[in-house]
């Protein structure tokens, strides 16, 4: 099992629908998890953080699911700003500070 | 607000050459990384470093590639004997205190072996 597991998509979405993206770990005692942002060829771009108790920042919200071992986003009212790649990283449990990435779940927003 | 800077933007190098990747960390930031990002891949750690040692690597970061921090400002990333597998993007992340903290990413340098 991968230790950062995303499907790649593409998610192809209209204008102002809701989509919402998985990210499963593999490592049961991981402590930190965050979504990023990428937009092609550029850095990543820290969304949000994920807390056990779940979050929200706008018309993001971020879930954290331990029993089962994913962390999901969604987004709701999607924009065509929104389009972008979406990255899972984990602070994988063993590990000192190094972040584990996903491949990534790449969101095509449409008109 | 304050950014993690990275110089140069683009890279380009004869194989079997020596670079030096260098990032500004922000300022109150204690805890530096590299990551690389091979196109079309995942991102992937490299090395972490705090207090002027490196404290975790990956096996990717074998003996042709070190880190420093010579002046107190910047860190960088040398990568002695260039191969063609080297071609990436090469992103510097920092943050305050480590473990359990979001890091901020550089806007990346695009390195090409050729």
């Known amino acids: 099992r991968k230790e950062v597991e995303q499907d790649p998509g593409p998610f192809n979405v209209p204008e102002g629908a809701t989509v919402a993206f998985n990210c499963t770990y593999s490592n049961s005692a991981s402590q930190s998890f965050f979504w990023y942002r990428q937009d092609c060829r550029k850095e990543p771009k820290l969304l949000m953080s994920?807390?056990?108790s779940g979050n929200e920042d706008g018309r993001f919200t971020a879930q954290l699911n331990r029993a089962s071992q994913y962390i999901s986003l969604l987004i709701r009212d999607s924009k065509l700003s929104d389009s972008a790649t979406y990255l899972c990283?984990?602070?994988?449990?063993?590990?000192?500070?190094?972040?584990?990435f996903g491949t990534g779940t790449r969101l095509q927003v449409t008109l | 607000e304050p950014e993690v800077t990275q110089t140069p933007s683009h890279q380009v190098t004869q194989m079997g050459q020596e670079v030096i990747l260098r990032c500004v960390p922000i300022s109150n930031h204690l805890y530096f990384y590299w990551y690389r990002q091979i196109l079309g891949q995942k991102v992937e750690f490299l090395v972490s470093?705090?207090?002027?040692?490196?404290?975790?690597k990956s096996e990717i970061f074998d003996d042709q590639f070190s880190v420093e921090r010579p002046d107190g400002s910047n860190f960088t990333l040398k990568i002695r004997s260039t191969k063609l597998e080297d071609s990436a993007m090469y992103f510097c992340a920092t943050n305050i205190r480590g473990r359990n903290q979001p890091q901020h990413f550089g806007d990346g340098t695009r390195l090409s072996i050729l």
């Open positions: 994920v807390y056990s």
């Open positions: 470093f705090y207090n002027n040692e490196i404290s975790e």
């Open positions: 990283a984990v602070n994988m449990a063993g590990t000192a500070s190094k972040l584990t």
